[in-house]
């Protein structure tokens, strides 16, 4: 049992396994770089937007 369990059956293709082409350095980079930095800068600058619109409504009351 241990043996079927092995790495080099990872080889064997499964029925209805389509692997796609690979991604480039500058895609991969990109993806999982750029797009997590980028999303953080959007949130953290909604977040900052909607902060000072609540002082400055608690500034004049």
């Known amino acids: 049992m241990l043996l079927m ?3 080099a059956f990872a080889v064997t ?3 209805g396994d ?3 082409s ?3 350095v500058v895609q ?3 993806l999982f ?3 997590p930095i980028v999303l953080f ?3 953290a600058g909604v977040v900052m937007a ?3 619109t609540r002082k400055q409504q608690q500034e004049r009351a």
Do not use: E, F, N, W
Request: net charge negative.
């Open 5 to 7: 369990s092995s790495p």
């Open 13 to 15: 293709r499964d029925d």
């Open 18 to 20: 389509d692997p796609g």
């Open 22 to 24: 690979g991604l480039s």
């Open 28 to 30: 991969t980079l990109g």
């Open 33 to 35: 770089v750029l797009a």
């Open 41 to 43: 800068a959007i949130i």
């Open 50 to 52: 909607t902060d000072k």
